[in-house]
């Protein structure tokens, strides 16, 4: 018998200089009670969205976090490095971090989002559309 090993599908957590070890906690804590786990990659430079897009660009799921010392960002591999989808000041509070998480994980299962997490940066109000 030939024993395969499987690397299981994970969200990508880039995490930049300045983030806290408690808001990285705050955002796994999210995505597995949703049920996705979290694969964390620090980096040493880089903000939010950079550190997201290139999560999201190097998980299999295609759905990144991004965490520096301001901000959490939320992205997909198709949206702008520059935009992305959900944006977050990280001393907004613990639940609200912790729903970025959980949004992040609803994002890969298509599910409604929590909704109490950052500001959709990709939405056409943030554009100038009415």
Not at 1 to 20: F, K, L, N, W, Y
Request: proline residues 5%; hydrophobic residues 40%.
């Amino acid at each position: 018998m030939r024993i395969v090993e499987q690397t299981r599908p994970t969200i990508g957590v880039g995490v930049g200089p300045g983030a806290s070890a408690e808001c990285i906690d705050l955002i796994r804590v999210g995505m597995e009670e949703e049920g996705v786990p979290g694969s964390v990659t620090r980096a040493d430079a880089g903000d939010a969205a950079a550190l997201a897009h290139g999560a999201a660009l190097a998980s299999r799921l295609g759905v990144g976090v991004g965490v520096d010392g301001r901000r959490v960002a939320v992205t997909t591999e198709k949206l702008d490095a520059a935009r992305p989808y959900l944006v977050l000041d990280v001393d907004a509070g613990p639940e609200r971090v912790r729903a970025m998480g959980a949004d992040a994980a609803r994002l890969v299962k298509r599910m409604p989002l929590i909704g109490i997490g950052g500001d959709r940066s990709g939405s056409s109000r943030n554009r100038g559309h009415q």
